[in-house]
C-alpha cells in the first residue's frame, strides 16, 4: 500500500467551478501535511501547509481529519492558470525535511 | 538570483555507463536533496545533506552516490547505470527552520539504455 494515495485524475472542470481533491495517508504517526504543484514537465512548488484547524489561502482551502487521515484541497472559482497537478505531501519527520509525496491529482480547467 | 539549477537538462546513457548530475543552489539553504520521479509513483527521496560534509540516505538510495563538498552544491553519482534508472531526478533545497518548504530545480531527464 501506498504512503500517500491519490485519485490520479485527470479533473476536468469548466472555469468558475469548484473542485476538491482527496488524498489519504497510511501512517498514524505522519507529523505534518503539504500540497505542493507541479505545471507539466516543470519542477514542484509549495501550494499551502495544510493545519488541523483548516486554512484558506485566495480561493484555496485545505484540511486535515488526522481520525480518517484524510487530507483535502478545495479550489472555488477555478482558473485556465489552475490546471497542474496537485501533490499531497506528508511527513514523518519532525524536523519536517523528509517528505513523502503523492503521486498527484491532475486538474485541467476548460475554458 | 538563479534559485537551484541542475545540470544537465538531459542525458542517455547506455547500461553500466556512470555519471554525476550536479545541483546548485545561491541561496545559502543549509539542507539539499535528490529525489526521482517515475509516472505513478510520485517524487522519491534518494539520498539529501544537511550540511556540508554531511549525507544521509533516503527512501531510494541504491544505486547513487552523493557528496556535499560545498554548501551550495549537491553531486548525485550513478557508478554503473541500469535501465531501472530512467527517471527525472530534481534536485531541491531548503531552509533548516522551514525545511517543508522545499525549492526544486528545473530536473534532469536521463534514460538508460
Known amino acids: 500500500r501506498k504512503e500517500v494515495e491519490q485519485d490520479p485524475g485527470p479533473f476536468n472542470v469548466p472555469e468558475g467551478a469548484t473542485v476538491a481533491f482527496n488524498c489519504t495517508y497510511s501512517?498514524?504517526?505522519?507529523?505534518?501535511f503539504f500540497w505542493y504543484r507541479q505545471d507539466c514537465r516543470k519542477e514542484p512548488k509549495l501550494l499551502m501547509s495544510?493545519?488541523?484547524s483548516g486554512n484558506e489561502d485566495g480561493r484555496f482551502t485545505a484540511q486535515l481529519n488526522r481520525a480518517s487521515q484524510y487530507i483535502s484541497l478545495l479550489i472555488r472559482d477555478s482558473k485556465l492558470s489552475d490546471s497542474a497537478t496537485y501533490l499531497c505531501v506528508v511527513t514523518l519527520d519532525t524536523g519536517r525535511r523528509a517528505l513523502t509525496f503523492g503521486s498527484g491529482t491532475r486538474l485541467q480547467v476548460q475554458p | 538570483n538563479a534559485g537551484v539549477t541542475q545540470t544537465p537538462k538531459f542525458r542517455v546513457l547506455k547500461t553500466g555507463q556512470s555519471m554525476t548530475l550536479l545541483c546548485a543552489q545561491d541561496?545559502?539553504?543549509?539542507?539539499m536533496y535528490w529525489y526521482r520521479q517515475d509516472p505513478g509513483m510520485g517524487l522519491r527521496l534518494i539520498h539529501y545533506?544537511?550540511?556540508?560534509?554531511?549525507?544521509a540516505k533516503g527512501e531510494v538510495p541504491d544505486g547513487y552516490n552523493v557528496s556535499r563538498l560545498k554548501k551550495q552544491n549537491f553531486l548525485l553519482g550513478l557508478e554503473s547505470a541500469a535501465p531501472s534508472q530512467t527517471s527525472v531526478y530534481f534536485c531541491a533545497s531548503s531552509y533548516g527552520d522551514v525545511a517543508y518548504e522545499q525549492y526544486f530545480g528545473p530536473g534532469t531527464r536521463l534514460t538508460v539504455t
Open positions: 545533506s544537511v550540511g556540508e560534509g554531511t549525507t
Open positions: 541561496m545559502n539553504h543549509e539542507y
Open positions: 501512517n498514524s504517526a505522519s507529523q505534518s
Open positions: 495544510v493545519y488541523s
